[in-house]
């Protein structure tokens, strides 16, 4: 009977150096990050003065979480990693398999470098990013994604998304939307000059700004079915 008991605290201790190691990450010279995998729940900021980490995690969510117990061995552990390999943090998110718990979620939480590329291809992502990006480049069949900064150029593709982007902070030089179906809204400093084309079956367009041809910031969305806002 020790022999079962043996093989897995040698798991969980493995399990418990490899979290470690995630942990002392050195992330001062991350230029780029990219994540890829399953789905996943995206915090990241980038601001100066914060500590550059991250911390990658998986936990129960939803009605039934308080009703595991943590004597529990399946406690929402997954093949999830993160690793830097020369100026890139990667991360693969991977959720249970469908005969383990449905409602563990992967969790990414990370304070960047200012100026990082951030790209997300994720079958679903729920994201928040706050602070200065170089670029946001997103590929997911059902997304929510907020954005409350600076980012340079912004492209998203997908399925189904729900878009909030607040850029009053420093307008971009491009926003590229090809969704599937879209709701979006987004704001640009007052003094901002935008131009717009939209080319889509069914859409509402909301805005009081004219559409500048050849202003600084250019939004160029496709999708079957829009709502969009622009602040």
């Not at 912004?154 to 307008?171: K, P």
């Not at 979006?184 to 003094?191: D, G």
Request: charged content about 25%; hydrophobic content about 50%.
């Amino acid at each position: 009977m020790k022999t079962p008991f043996l093989v897995l605290a040698v798991l969980l201790v493995g399990v418990a150096l490899a979290r470690a190691d995630a942990a002392r990450l050195d992330l001062s010279g991350i230029e780029r990050v990219e994540i890829t995998g399953d789905a996943a729940v995206v915090r990241l900021t980038a601001r100066p003065g914060e500590t550059p980490q991250a911390r990658l995690v998986e936990r129960r969510a939803g009605w039934f979480a308080h009703w595991y117990s943590s004597w529990f061995y399946n406690d929402c552990r997954t093949a999830s990693r993160m690793w830097v390999e020369g100026a890139v943090l990667h991360v693969e998110a991977h959720t249970p398999s469908i005969l383990e718990s449905s409602d563990c979620v992967v969790e990414l939480t990370a304070s960047l470098p200012p100026e990082v590329s951030v790209r997300i291809d994720l079958a679903a992502v729920e994201a928040q990013l706050d602070g200065r990006f170089a670029a946001l480049d997103t590929q997911t069949r059902a997304g929510d994604l907020g954005v409350t900064g600076a980012v340079e150029r912004i492209d998203l593709r997908g399925t189904a998304l729900r878009a909030r982007l607040d850029l009053s902070g420093a307008a971009p030089r491009g926003v590229n939307l090809a969704v599937g179906s879209l709701d979006a809204e987004i704001t640009l400093p007052m003094h901002a000059s935008v131009g717009w084309r939209v080319d889509a079956k069914a859409a509402l367009v909301d805005t009081a700004r004219p559409n500048d041809r050849d202003g600084a910031t250019q939004i160029l969305v496709s999708a079957d079915f829009l709502r969009l806002a622009i602040r």
